[in-house]
């Protein structure tokens, strides 16, 4: 198992700045979203990252992470998904499970909970995700057997929800919503959740 982290946004609506740089307990988000990972259990993470790439690089410490440049991050988050899945293959990966930098109230416990409903699930063709209320949610777990189908489907700001709502039936959920907040870091209102 792999983990993606989505960390390449502009932060269009924060007046152009990157979510991965944002400050958050005195560090760069993106840190932080990988300690949370880290803590949850993942050893192999991939980042991608986007816009000001070059400076996430400079200014985060993201030792062991595999840090994956996707050139087309502002097409959205699905062009982001797509370069993140591309560079898991070769990997033996079996499954990836993807978080997004932008949502620091998800912790480790919520990760650890979807995958260890992915040990139970089998391998490359589970898909799980965490949720909130009964409400599908972050981090998202998909077998290898649906990167095809999700990397087809994924464009715009959508990333994987086309595929997902296909394949609702399949999906198991893990209720998280007493463990963590899934609120993201959009606006300049949003800034008030980082410390």
Not at 91 to 118: K, M, N
Request: contains cysteine; negative net charge; hydrophobic residues 45%.
């Amino acid at each position: 198992m792999a983990a993606l982290l989505l960390a390449a946004g502009g932060g269009r609506r924060l007046g152009g700045r990157p979510k991965a740089l944002l400050p958050h307990r005195g560090r760069p988000l993106v840190e932080h979203a990988v300690a949370v990972l880290r803590a949850a259990g993942c050893s192999r993470i991939h980042v991608v990252l986007g816009a000001e790439a070059a400076t996430v690089r400079a200014r985060a410490e993201l030792p062991g992470c595999v840090l994956v440049d996707n050139p087309r991050w502002a097409d959205g988050m699905g062009s982001s998904l797509r370069a993140g899945l591309e560079s898991l293959a070769g990997t033996g990966a079996e499954a990836a499970l993807v978080s997004l930098v932008d949502q620091p109230g998800i912790g480790p416990e919520a990760v650890a909970r979807v995958l260890a409903a992915y040990e139970s699930a089998g391998a490359g063709k589970a898909l799980v995700a965490a949720a909130y209320g009964g409400e599908r949610g972050h981090p998202v777990l998909f077998g290898a057997e649906h990167w095809a189908g999700i990397a087809a489907t994924a464009t715009g700001d959508r990333g994987a929800r086309a595929y997902l709502k296909a394949h609702a039936d399949e999906i198991t959920l893990v209720e998280c919503g007493d463990v963590a907040r899934p609120y993201d870091i959009d606006t300049e209102a949003d800034l008030a959740h980082l410390e």
